[in-house]
């Protein structure tokens, strides 16, 4: 054999050797492809630059139902749409020209169209209830290469999500235009929800109430009774009904009937509170029912519930109770007693504190019903427990008992739309101890002389912590608040609306704690404390001042800090807050003075 034919075949077999090494690697490469397509759970489609099929990977029939002989390796793109076509798929088609027959070639121009894009990025409807994610991309060279992966159960999702959230802002604005008010609470006890007509109660903004507890909106007795129905519901999951009479802030009167219940699963409790708006109906401890004349006795009564604290209403309360033994209290719990008082307020009052006692009580408007009543009680052998009487009925003898029945007196002194200006008249003249409000109000005196005294050894008895505690807060309800815990302490306290104000009543009164809110209008928080800090400069003393804040931002906290602040709490306050800072700083620097 001659040698070029020799070297003929040697070439011809080394070229048939690296054919099949070729033809091993590319087959390994493309199981490798189909592999990923696999665990991609996405089919692969390629064209060369004249738009013929080089690679279909095994899951583009589960897209569409196409014959093998149109996935076959040289296969015309304008035959594979023809077949898509023919199949029944239609994709790609404007929401007006769905459920019409589109034009065949149109359809396979438009697809044609959109193949020859750089890139093309869509999700297609290919079904009623399934949806495709097609990428298209142009190469350089010519090749196209299209991905399709089935998103149908993440639109199906995004479809759910969007009729839940229709569906939530539905239940929202139907909430929310309910006549009767409603809350939810978290398992913290915070409000999460609220409506239009719960906040119609506090006169206030959603916002003011979200996030809060209710020792923020309500006065220390109130909010306690509140706090322990709504943890028996959150733990026990019984549901809770209550009949309540409720102060607005506007001083109108509102009667519900109160529910509470359970929702949510554990460990994500939240309680639903509802009243049944019942004023309409009410009268006296009975209600209309909706059927004919029938009535409907609310056992009890409506409770005075109080959830908008009413200072004034508060200080007569406590003026005519404080008159009455807490003997002759204790022994009217569950027993019955007759109020005898020609002021209707005195009369609601007395009554309505009687019933939370769970006595059966009832008032009369002079002497003459008094004795009738009692008269036809003894024929009937009902025994009345008590009677307590108006010190401004005429006739009422001293008090003296006519029937054997034990009897006592209370002075009212005023009690009525003249009651408030001569609480604050008398405020002004008296001191802490002798004033009906406490430490309610503040004294409108700010003008009074007050003094700067350079060495603190040299200031008056009275000017050194005569106000143990100083609260500077601006909003109404939170004064409220603050003054309900720190009276229930046994706390002396004085309010200041804004920071200038408590400036001055820290220069007269030398608290021995300053609780300072940092937004206020007129002068804030940090501005008052700087002017507090720079005049103790020159005294050489220091007043504990703890920040008040709604937020506990870092960035907050560090200005606080930065001017001068000792300590900071945030909104919602609590008895248990309040109670360790004060032991902290105002009950730490008395024993200092006292060493």
């Excluded at 609470?185 to 003011?208: E, H, M, P, Q, S």
């Excluded at 706090?227 to 549901?239: I, N």
């Excluded at 003026?319 to 005898?340: F, K, M, N, S």
């Excluded at 300072?516 to 700087?530: C, E, F, R």
Aim: net charge negative; proline share 6%.
């Amino acid at each position: 054999m001659p040698i070029s034919m020799f070297s003929e075949c040697q070439r011809q077999a080394r070229t048939a050797i690296m054919n099949d090494v070729a033809s091993s690697d590319a087959h390994i490469r493309l199981g490798m492809f189909e592999a990923a397509c696999d665990i991609l759970a996405a089919a692969v489609i390629v064209y060369d630059k004249d738009d013929r099929l080089v690679f279909a990977s095994r899951q583009v029939p589960r897209y569409f139902p196409l014959p093998p002989e149109m996935l076959q390796p040289g296969t015309r793109l304008r035959d594979v749409l023809g077949a898509i076509f023919d199949s029944g798929v239609r994709y790609g088609l404007a929401p007006e020209q769905r459920g019409k027959a589109p034009n065949r070639e149109e359809w396979i121009s438009t697809r044609i169209s959109a193949h020859w894009r750089e890139l093309h990025d869509a999700v297609e409807r290919l079904g009623r209830d399934r949806w495709v994610h097609f990428r298209k991309r142009r190469l350089p060279n010519g090749y196209n290469i299209t991905t399709l992966v089935d998103v149908s159960e993440q639109k199906k999702q995004e479809e759910q999500w969007r009729l839940d959230l229709e569906r939530i802002a539905l239940t929202e604005e139907i909430l929310e235009t309910l006549p009767s008010p409603m809350v939810i609470k978290d398992r913290n006890l915070t409000y999460i929800a609220v409506n239009k007509a719960f906040c119609a109660i506090y006169d206030t903004a959603a916002d003011a109430i979200l996030g809060r507890s209710v020792w923020a909106l309500a006065d220390a007795e109130s909010s306690g009774r509140i706090e322990a129905s709504d943890r028996g519901v959150l733990e026990t999951g019984e549901p809770f009904t209550l009949a309540e009479h409720i102060v607005r802030a506007d001083g109108s009167d509102l009667y519900v009937i109160t529910h509470k219940y359970r929702i949510g699963a554990p460990g994500h409790h939240a309680i639903v509170t509802i009243m049944e708006d019942m004023t309409a109906y009410a009268a006296g401890e009975q209600v209309m029912a909706d059927a004919g004349d029938t009535l409907l006795r609310v056992p009890g009564g409506f409770v005075a519930a109080q959830n908008c604290f009413d200072p004034v209403r508060d200080a007569e309360r406590r003026l005519l109770l404080d008159q009455i033994p807490p003997e002759d209290l204790r022994a009217a719990q569950g027993g019955r007693v007759l109020v005898v008082s020609p002021n209707p307020r005195i009369a609601d009052i007395l009554v309505g504190e009687f019933k939370v006692r769970s006595a059966d009580c009832c008032a009369v408007r002079d002497m003459p019903e008094h004795d009738a009543f009692l008269t036809l009680a003894q024929a009937r052998g009902l025994a009345v427990d008590l009677v307590v009487i108006d010190d401004n009925l005429p006739g009422h003898g001293g008090g003296e008992s006519r029937f054997g029945v034990a009897t006592r007196l209370v002075k009212p002194d005023g009690i009525g739309p003249d009651f408030m200006p001569a609480l604050v008249e008398a405020h002004e003249l008296l001191s802490n101890d002798e004033s009906p409000l406490g430490d309610i109000v503040t004294s409108p005196a700010l003008s009074d002389d007050w003094y700067i005294a350079t060495d603190i050894t040299s200031m008056p008895p009275t000017a050194l912590g005569d106000v143990e505690v100083l609260v500077a807060e601006d909003n109404q309800i939170n004064q409220f608040v603050f003054s309900q815990i720190l009276e229930s302490m046994g706390i002396s306290h004085r309010i200041a609306e804004n920071g200038e104000e408590a400036v001055t009543l820290w220069r007269k009164h030398q608290p021995r704690l300053v609780l300072m809110d940092i937004s206020m209008p007129v002068m804030n928080g940090i501005d008052a404390t700087l002017e507090i800090r720079a005049a103790e400069k020159l005294t050489g003393t220091h007043t504990p001042i703890v920040a008040v804040t709604a937020q506990a931002l870092n960035a907050d906290m560090q200005n606080c800090l930065d001017a001068g602040m000792d300590d900071y709490i945030t909104k919602p306050v609590s008895p248990d807050m309040i109670e360790v800072i004060y032991r902290r700083y105002a009950a730490a620097r008395l024993e200092k003075i006292v060493a």
